[in-house]
């Protein structure tokens, strides 16, 4: 399982302002075979959902969605190296909702528990008809609190094509309780 929740801060995206915020909250749940596949392949195949948690209307969809997700990856000597594809339609709210997402990924772990990774995140909007398209750099750390090993990160974000004016560069902070299975 894969929950995304995302506390959103940003100024002059959306008109002139600030707005910050929860945004919807992403779920997506994979089933997945106990050992790696043929040339140690991990894939996991599953339903992915958007629900309606955000505090503010610019900072969220309004609807609920739901449909299929996939991950596959290959993990050795302490690189990552994958791709998660997932497509969503509104099953609830107002309005309509269409929309692909792709993110290949390569993430590096040191010893140390310190990882570097590159992706892109590319949502495709079926009904505008519009790409967005970010290059995301990220360094990560896991740290224990308490009991509890929690990532923490930091990542810088290049919006290559974006349907919102202006939107060019982003920062992101990602905290994620790494919890057993």
Aim: net charge neutral.
């Amino acid at each position: 399982m894969r929950p995304v929740l995302p506390f959103i801060s940003t100024s002059n995206v959306f008109g002139p302002g600030y707005v910050s915020g929860l945004g919807d909250l992403e779920l997506e749940t994979f089933l997945s075979p106990v050992k790696p596949g043929p040339f140690g392949i991990i894939w996991g195949l599953g339903p992915t959902s958007i629900l309606p948690t955000a505090t503010q209307k610019k900072l969220g969809g309004d609807v609920m969605t739901l449909g299929p997700s996939a991950v596959a990856l290959v993990q050795k000597n302490g690189w990552t190296i994958g791709s998660l594809v997932t497509q969503n339609w509104r099953v609830a709210g107002p309005g309509d909702y269409n929309a692909s997402y792709f993110q290949p990924f390569v993430t590096h772990t040191f010893k140390t528990a310190t990882s570097i990774s590159i992706d892109s995140e590319s949502t495709y909007d079926w009904l505008d008809e519009q790409w967005t398209i970010s290059f995301n750099n990220t360094y990560s750390q896991v740290i224990k609190i308490g009991k509890i090993p929690v990532q923490i990160g930091l990542a810088l974000q290049y919006y290559a094509q974006s349907p919102v004016p202006g939107q060019q560069w982003g920062l992101r902070i990602n905290f994620t309780p790494m919890l057993p299975e």
